[in-house]
């Protein structure tokens, strides 16, 4: 596939894991501790698991796995929220799909969905006001998640339906802005990162001047990096470069997507229909001031939050997850106790657990080959049609 | 077709009735209903479509002398399997066709001749008489390419809203052949595993079908009767240890379902499985795995080191195994695990689905 597999050659793979090898043994702080570099978005750890990019690093670099997955840090009372308002009489709620499978406190919008609540998946916001031309009766709801990187969609599509005047839209807004979540976890205390993998597609949207101060007040390295596999070993490199020569700077590895000021129109799209939010509760993080955006009065007929009454209520995650220092680096996520145990795939306790980019589900779906426990002895196997118990990694 | 019914040559049961007729355009209960209306609709479509012997008399049950079935082997195989795939069309097939292949290769992959298949079908009022025709056509030639009878069967019509357009279930008999032993439990360590060509084109087909995503790519279903196939790898490769078709969860499931079965791990190369351009593309956008893709007309077999060569020389000289490729072998390491070496030359572990696969947000 042409433009796609150029990005996963595995020579040049093997290239870019030799020079980061070579600039690992001439950092000095790697002599008596690991490296730690966070990849902030999602989409990063997606791919460092598909294509089993950790087991190709030197054991020097441990990857934490950041906040930038939107269905993860969702919090449960948001979930709730989805599901109340799709539960309402005549309302079609049109969502991503990986966002039916997040459970709220009683249940996700998959179960709302098979006890009879017009819940539909799309693929652009623009379906759902397709949707809402298409059904005057009814009235759709979009369900806006995510970062800087859907937001102008999610924003040109309230302004689309204002230009035609269809009233029967509205927008459950959840979106998020990563930086004031980059901010809270540099501030943690215990936390360890020594350079950052930025998210290329919310830098598409914001350009690269807002993490000047991940530089300038942390003295932390932020590569702005693409998600192909090459692009990730490119960008953990320069990222090494910069520790190495005992630099901070912020650079942009995935210049042929990202313009340095950000991309103008989706800004400006953003700036009209939304606003910040005084705070904002992240699931796994807590409530971060100004890390959300609400919408502004002028749009208000199509604000789903001021249209139906939701319990609007802040659910905690249960005490023992501990996903909250997971997405810090602070602990891996096999060192939780619930990790394998009360908390799977199967039946998700924590944020990291629920969607497939979070680090949890990642471990334990794809786990780190190198560093497995037995599953079955031989003997001692689970024969045919039995599920296999927990899936278990050495620390 | 080779199976012969009971009453063959004792009566005149080839000396065909005269079959009823539907002649309005959709279906209504009526035709599920027990009177002429629903003689009629089974005479149009079914027994026109599927005449055989057995199946003629409209019994409540088709009769087979043992004897006839011990021509084939020494076990009977007997599976059961529903279709409710929407659309009911779709490039490459129908559910007729789909309801067809699918339990004949059900049975085929146990190392079973199929023979005989039910059809029961559950039709919402409202459905055009003209597509169930065309359904029951559609069944009736992908029977007599996969040399299967469908000798009895069963209609119901209900309410509007009660299931969608159209379900079918067959149900099949087939005889093993005997020797013939095939298991998910003996896979051994330095077996090869190998596939009979493109995953994932029929779990596109179907995404791109639904046309949510409005893609006018043209993605054709592998749907397709897999018993000669299967015939010829055991006929080059006796000591075949298991074959299962990658349906639903697709390739990455039935990996999964040998490594634990067999309690042995698995290594593939993410780099020797074949998936076309198209598909991995339409992957790429929605953010699919191509490995959990459901297939119609593909098998994983695993086979004995030494009997390797001659089963891919067989498997490629038939036309639904052109494409065979060996995609990676057995090891006592990491009992219960598939793990796959990518194409970038890292290593992860392919587990099994927790759910439906979802599309990514981002």
Known sequence: ?395 | MSGEGEGKGAKGAAQRRKLGKVDIPTVTMAHGGGGKAMHDFIDDLFVDAFYNEPLAPLEDQARFSIDALARYGDRLAFTTDSYVVSPLEFPGGDIGKLAICGTVNDLAVGGATPLYLSCAVIVEEGVSVDLMRKVARSMAATAVEAGVEVVTGDTKVVERGACDKLFINTAGIGVIRAGVKLGVELAQPDDLVIVNGVLGDHGATILNARGDMKLDTEIFSDCAPLHGLIGALLEAAPNTRFIRDATRGGLATVLNEIARGSEVGIEIREGQIPIRAVVRGFCELLGLDPLYLANEGKIVCVVAKDEAEAALAALRAHPYGKDSVAIGHVTDERPGRVVMTTVLGGRRIVDTLVGEQLPRIC
């Not at chain 1, 006890?115 to 949707?131: E, I, K, N, T």
């Not at chain 1, 031309?133 to 759709?140: S, W």
């Not at chain 1, 997850?321 to 602990?331: D, H, R």
């Open chain 1, 1 to 395: 596939m042409k433009y796609v597999d150029e990005f996963r050659d595995p020579e040049k793979a093997q290239t870019l894991v030799e020079k980061i090898r070579a600039l690992v043994d001439q950092i000095d702080a790697c002599k008596s501790r690991p490296l730690y570099i966070m990849e902030v978005c999602g989409g990063h750890t997606h791919a460092i698991f598909r294509y089993g990019i950790e087991s190709m690093l030197p054991e020097e670099i441990e990857l934490v796995h950041g906040p930038g997955c939107p269905v993860c840090v969702l919090p449960m009372g948001r979930v709730d929220d989805c599901v109340a308002i799709a539960e309402t009489p005549k309302v079609i709620f049109t969502t991503f799909g990986d966002a039916m499978r997040v459970p709220g406190s009683s249940k996700s919008l998959l179960e709302a969905k098979a006890g009879g609540a017009d819940v539909r998946m799309v693929y652009s916001p623009l379906d759902s006001l397709s949707l809402a031309r298409d059904n005057p009766d009814k009235e759709v709801v979009f369900f806006g998640l995510g970062f800087e990187t859907t937001m102008p969609s999610t924003a040109l599509t309230v302004l689309q339906a204002e230009a035609e005047g269809i009233e029967n839209f509205s927008l459950f807004c959840n979106h998020i802005t990563i930086i004031p979540a980059i901010k809270a976890i540099l501030d943690a205390p215990g936390v360890q990162i020594d350079g950052f993998l930025g998210p290329g597609h919310v830098s598409m949207v914001i350009g690269n001047a807002p993490y000047d101060f991940v530089a300038d007040q942390y003295d932390r390295p932020l590569v702005v990096t693409g998600f192909e596999p090459l692009d990730i070993l490119h960008g953990i490199w320069m990222v090494l470069e910069q520790l190495a020569s005992g630099e901070a700077r912020i650079e942009n590895q995935y210049s042929r997507v990202v313009p340095d000021e950000g991309n103008g129109p989706a800004l400006e799209a953003i700036a009209k229909v939304f606003e910040l939010r005084e705070f904002f509760e992240w699931r796994g993080l807590g409530s971060i001031d100004h890390s959300g955006v609400k919408m502004r009065e002028a749009y208000a007929k199509y604000d789903a939050e001021r249209k139906f009454s939701v319990p609007d209520l802040v659910i905690a995650d249960p005490k023992a997850c501990q996903c909250g220092e997971v997405l810090k680096g602070v602990i891996k996520p096999y060192d939780c106790k619930l990790f394998g145990n009360d908390c799977t795939p199967e039946t998700p306790m924590g944020a990291l657990m629920v969607s497939s980019e979070g680090a949890c589900a990642a471990y334990s779906r794809y786990g780190r080959v190198e560093k497995l426990v037995p599953l079955l002895g031989r003997g001692a196997g689970t024969g045919t049609g039995k599920a296999p118990q927990a899936e278990v990694e050495a620390p």
